[in-house]
T-cell receptor, first 115, second 114 residues
Framework: DAGVIQSPRHEVTEMGQEVTLRCKPI?????LFWYRQTMMRGLELLIY????????DSGMPEDRFSAKMPNASFSTLKIQPSEPRDSAVYFC?????????????FGPGTRLTVL | SQQGEEDPQALSIQEGENATMNCSYK?????LQWYRQNSGRGLVHLIL?????REKHSGRLRVTLDTSKKSSSLLITASRAADTASYFC??????????????FGTGTRLTIIP
């Protein structure tokens, strides 16, 4: 099992540029989560999908952030335009979500630096 | 604000000693989970305890849950250098069946001194 796959692992970009982060969940999992982790704010849930449908996007900080899940094996988180305060580690996680007791499996994260 | 708050924020102990971390939360829950994060890596699930359970064991891990005090503790016995990591508690929203959303605490940074 390859686990949750995220790309790129590191991204450095300039303010104003568009950034796209990618995630491949574990095969067979039907829930997918996007988190952001910073020293100041800790780990924050941005959005999560169940069966490819966005369920809760209340954590998405601004309209500059958008997420899609076109199929069960792929999701993107896009920031346009990016700002220095978006610098963080972004994690994707997936779960079976058969009950609310399911474990979430995290990817290795994408470290984003916006200059 | 964070649903879970870990205490202490940082803990350093000698290898072989026991490490205890605490988590407090604010609203009712269905279950509470503990995760570990090694530096530069994603979080890894350690253990889950349901709201109707008071104690659970998994290897060198022991978790307790006191729903009346809205608190949980994670005990790691006979600590090893490899236990050096950050530990997070995570709670669900306490809502109906099928809500997968978790809220993570601020974490405890554990350092095991060889």
């Amino acid at each position: 099992d390859a686990g949750v796959i995220q790309s790129p692992r590191h991204e450095v970009t300039e303010m104003g540029q568009e950034v796209t982060l990618r995630c491949k969940p574990i095969s067979g999992h039907n829930s997918l989560f996007w988190y952001r982790q910073t020293m100041m704010r800790g780990l924050e849930l941005l959005i999560y999908f169940n069966n490819n449908v966005p369920i809760d996007d209340s954590g998405m900080p601004e309209d500059r952030f958008s997420a899609k899940m076109p199929n069960a094996s792929f999701s993107t988180l896009k920031i346009q335009p990016s700002e220095p305060r978006d610098s963080a580690v972004y994690f994707c996680a997936s779960s079976l979500a058969l009950t609310n007791r399911d474990t979430q499996y995290f990817g290795p994260g994408t470290r984003l630096t916006v200059l | 604000s964070q649903q879970g708050e870990e205490d202490p924020q940082a803990l350093s102990i000698q290898e072989g000693e026991n490490a205890t971390m605490n988590c407090s939360y604010k609203t009712s829950i269905n279950n509470l989970q503990w995760y570990r994060q090694n530096s530069g890596r994603g979080l890894v699930h350690l253990i889950l305890i349901r709201s109707n359970e008071r104690e659970k064991h998994s290897g060198r891990l022991r978790v307790t849950l006191d729903t009346s005090k809205k608190s949980s503790s994670l005990l790691i016995t006979a600590s090893r250098a490899a236990d050096t990591a950050s530990y997070f508690c995570a709670t669900d929203a306490g809502s109906n069946f099928g809500n997968e959303k978790l809220t993570f605490g601020t974490g405890t940074r554990l350092t095991i001194i060889p």
